[in-house]
């Protein structure tokens, strides 16, 4: 049966690719960013259902869930990415920039994903899926990006005991290095580039078909039973037991 899916951050990268392998299997799926064109050119690429809108803005997440209908069955949180990159090099001492550049990627990455959820919430129905996305920065990094990320994961383990009695799950997704994507800008080196990849078990970078894989299965009958985990997926470069 084809179900209805939202992915915000839909435009590219790693959202372009969950969109699309939502839609493969017969999925109706609306896609969110900020950048109109980038959002029309997505969808007229892949068939998705194009909604512009800015995920950290309640009104416009707000419009965003009205204009879906009344059912839903997947939320993947895709929305984000390090917004200190958009920042010069450096840690700044004045508080006042250093607050900016907290609230930055909390409001990107956690308040991007918590107004959405609470706005859709009540349109998701029993079997559906809630799946967020975090990083292997949350486990590592000192940075607003990396606390931004882990309170991701620290969020979606009480939102699973939330929402787990509607038959739905909650999990988290937590990539590591993943070519193919903007995510780096032009701040990623080819020594650096090195160094992720050799960090790895299996020798490769990550691509965006890996984490469209683990979104699909997450959503699928056969996940039921995982729910308020953290699914790594970075070929080793982080290891849990």
Known sequence: ??????????????????????????DKVFITGRSASRLASAAAATGAIA????????????????????????LVNMAGGNTDFTRPDGQSADLAEVAAAWRANLDANLLSAVLTTTAVLPKLR????????????AEYASTSYGAAKAAVAAWTAGLSAEVGPRGLTANVISPGYIAGTGFFGDRLTEQRRERLIGATHD??????????????????AGARHITGQILHVNGGAHTTR
């Open 1 to 26: 049966m084809s179900r209805i899916v939202l992915v915000t951050g839909g435009g590219s990268g790693l959202g372009k690719a969950v969109a699309i392998r939502f839609l493969a299997s017969g």
């Open 51 to 74: 909604v512009t809108g800015d995920a950290t803005d309640p009104a416009d997440v707000r419009r965003l869930a009205d204009g879906l209908g009344d059912e839903l069955d997947v």
């Open 126 to 137: 029993a079997g559906g899926s809630i799946i967020n996305v975090g990083s292997i920065g």
């Open 203 to 220: 020798g490769r970078a990550g691509r965006p078909e890996d984490i469209a894989e683990t979104a699909y299965f997450l959503a699928s």
